[in-house]
T-cell receptor, first 111, second 115 residues
Framework: GNSVTQMEGPVTLSEEAFLTINCTYT??????LFWYVQYPGEGLQLLLK?????DKGSNKGFEATYRKETTSFHLEKGSVQVSDSAVYFC??????????FGAGTTVTVRA | ETGVTQTPRHLVMGMTNKKSLKCEQH?????MYWYKQSAKKPLELMFV?????RVENNSVPSRFSPECPNSSHLFLHLHTLQPEDSALYLC?????WGGGTETQYFGPGTRLLVL
């Protein structure tokens, strides 16, 4: 079946630091990959996505590249802000049409 | 503003109560979903509706009963719940069901506490 594994949190860092959240997946075929973000007290928002190998998704300074050879979709941001504090979810959708989520990584950015 | 709204945002109910969660999407989508988000567990897909027909039911207990009267509205009827059902219930929608690249858009969720 399909599964997503992300690095365990929580992650705490200072403003302007570099953020990486690792995500790897297991799936047959060519899934589409997503990063969702959940701010405190809110639902999930799509942050970025990539639908085929070597695609790079980007939004709000975040980037992730679909790496089929390593089955990875790591999320990066070069300079985080306090407002980036949230829970980040890696997810995939495959030919079973079901969105599979990782467990989520809590990120706290301190001023 | 994601275009998907949910009411109520918070709900406390006893185990013998009957309540309903409501979801409405303003995106013109054809597919809608219910998810359960529990602490320290991945999101669990509960139900999927496509064009008002249920296409997925992931072994959810019968005390959860979904209803989709039209493509814009989705309900989750709750009765005789257990304390372990306390969670954040998220609604989502997508343009269609069955496309491998479909992006799902989520509502803010209903935080449910069962006493």
């Amino acid at each position: 079946g399909n599964s997503v594994t992300q690095m365990e949190g929580p992650v705490t860092l200072s403003e302007e630091a570099f953020l990486t959240i690792n995500c790897t997946y297991t799936a047959t075929g060519y899934p589409s990959l997503f990063w969702y973000v959940q701010y405190p007290g809110e639902g999930l928002q799509l942050l970025l996505k990539a639908t085929k190998a070597d695609d790079k998704g980007s939004n709000k300074g975040f980037e992730a590249t679909y790496r089929k050879e390593t089955t990875s979709f790591h999320l990066e941001k070069g300079s985080v802000q306090v407002s980036d504090s949230a829970v980040y979810f890696c997810a995939l959708i495959n030919n079973d049409y079901k969105l599979s989520f990782g467990a989520g990584t809590t990120v706290t950015v301190r001023a | 503003e994601t275009g998907v709204t949910q009411t109520p945002r918070h709900l406390v109910m006893g185990m013998t109560n009957k309540k309903s969660l409501k979801c409405e999407q303003h995106l013109g989508h054809n597919a809608m979903y219910w998810y359960k988000q529990s602490a320290k567990k991945p999101l669990e897909l509960m139900f999927v509706y496509s064009l008002e027909e249920r296409v997925e039911n992931n072994s959810v207990p019968s005390r959860f009963s979904p209803e989709c009267p039209n493509s814009s509205h989705l309900f989750l009827h709750l009765h005789t719940l257990q304390p372990e059902d306390s969670a954040l219930y998220l609604c989502a929608s997508s343009q269609d069901w069955g496309g491998g690249t479909e992006t799902q858009y989520f509502g803010p969720g209903t935080r449910l506490l069962v006493l």
